[in-house]
């Protein structure tokens, strides 16, 4: 059975940063390609940031050069830093896994960007 979680999430000033982990079980992290989705209330899901089995990442233009995305092979744990955050960065945020033909999603962690 597969498993995304994520965590991570909370309120954060504009400027601040957060890091969101989605631990991984069912499926090895190394042989997946990896994204980090969001979506704002009322608005579409949207891709965030990707990486692939073989490491190579891309990022959405409005989070390129603030967002980094990063694995942990021996955790088998995927991560968003997120550095210089704004209030247009409010959303739930959503790992995703595409493995051997099949797509997994976690639950999303909300992350609020607010003074």
């Known amino acids: 059975q597969v498993q995304l979680v994520e965590s991570g999430g909370g309120l954060v000033q504009p400027g601040g940063s957060l890091r969101l982990s989605c631990a991984a079980s069912?499926?090895?992290?190394?042989?997946?390609?990896m994204r980090w989705y969001r979506q704002a209330p009322g608005k579409q899901r949207d891709l965030v940031a990707s990486?692939?089995?073989?490491?190579?990442?891309n990022y959405g233009a409005s989070v390129k050069g603030r967002f980094t995305i990063s694995r942990d092979s021996a955790k088998n744990t995927l991560y968003l830093q997120m550095n210089s955050l704004k209030p247009e960065d409010t959303a739930v945020y959503y790992c995703n896994a595409a493995y051997w033909s099949e797509e997994y999603w976690g639950q999303g962690t909300q992350v609020t960007v607010s003074s």
């Open positions: 990486i692939t089995s073989g490491g190579s990442t």
């Open positions: 069912g499926i090895i992290l190394d042989y997946a390609f």
